[in-house]
């Protein structure tokens, strides 16, 4: 496995935001949103056995982990980490590309954050919409938010694909008016999960490693 960098933090978006969590940052991504904030996991990284892998999480002591990247689905021994972080709370932050079901779905006990990209992304024709239906109500389905037509967008995948989990919509850091895009979802009525990205207002938008 291909791992760009192994860190504790706290978790700055998603249903666990804000508490103390390991970030397992793997290589490689088969997208190239045009938002990306991680790009130095493109090329860079070591390769690491998930033994080794594991043993520098058990050095962060904590039990709650997140599989990112990059995209952590492209990573050949992904099934052998997860069955030996058994005993952790894991979430695999997933860009909606990579079918779900390459894993073995039977009896998981991690959870899902997919990141459906909007057409301001450049990807949103990767998406794979069938992966809505192997999601379960303890996982996650983002959408970043860049403009209107993204927000729109995102709506109507919505309304023609969802089936469990929570909704959340993200704004592009600094891009996007926050209340502006607020608004546009009280007044649609929406039951959507707003967020900001905390590591983001803590340490900046630039800092890696956090």
């Known amino acids: 496995m291909k791992v760009n ?3 504790l933090s706290v978790q700055g978006e998603g249903l ?3 508490f103390p969590t390991i970030f397992v940052r ?3 991504c088969n997208l190239r949103c045009s938002y990306c904030d991680t790009t130095y996991s493109y090329n ?5 056995p998930p033994e080794d892998i594991l043993k520098e999480i058990k050095k962060l002591h904590y039990k709650r982990v997140c599989l990112t990247g990059g995209e952590p ?4 021994d992904i099934e052998k980490l997860l069955k030996m972080l058994y005993d952790y709370t894991v979430t695999i932050e997933t860009n909606g590309s990579v079918r779900l079901d390459s894993l073995d779905l ?3 006990k991690y959870s899902f954050v997919m990141d459906m990209k909007t057409p301001s992304s450049g990807c949103s024709g990767e998406m794979v919409l069938e992966n809505f239906k192997l999601l379960e109500s303890r996982d996650e389905i983002k959408f970043v938010i860049g403009d209107r037509e993204d927000y729109e967008w995102s709506k109507n995948i919505i309304l023609n694909h969802y089936k469990k989990g929570t909704i959340t919509f993200s704004p592009v850091y600094n891009r996007i008016d926050y209340a502006k895009m607020v608004k546009w979802i009280l007044d649609d009525r929406l039951d959507v ?3 900001l990205q905390l ?3 803590i340490w900046g938008p630039d800092v890696t490693g956090v």
């Open 5 to 7: 960098e192994i860190f």
């Open 16 to 18: 666990s935001s804000g």
């Open 26 to 28: 793997f290589t490689g």
């Open 44 to 48: 860079d990284g070591v390769e690491m």
């Open 73 to 76: 689905l492209l990573q050949e």
């Open 106 to 108: 039977s009896n998981r």
């Open 193 to 195: 999960r707003f967020q």
């Open 199 to 201: 590591h983001k207002f």
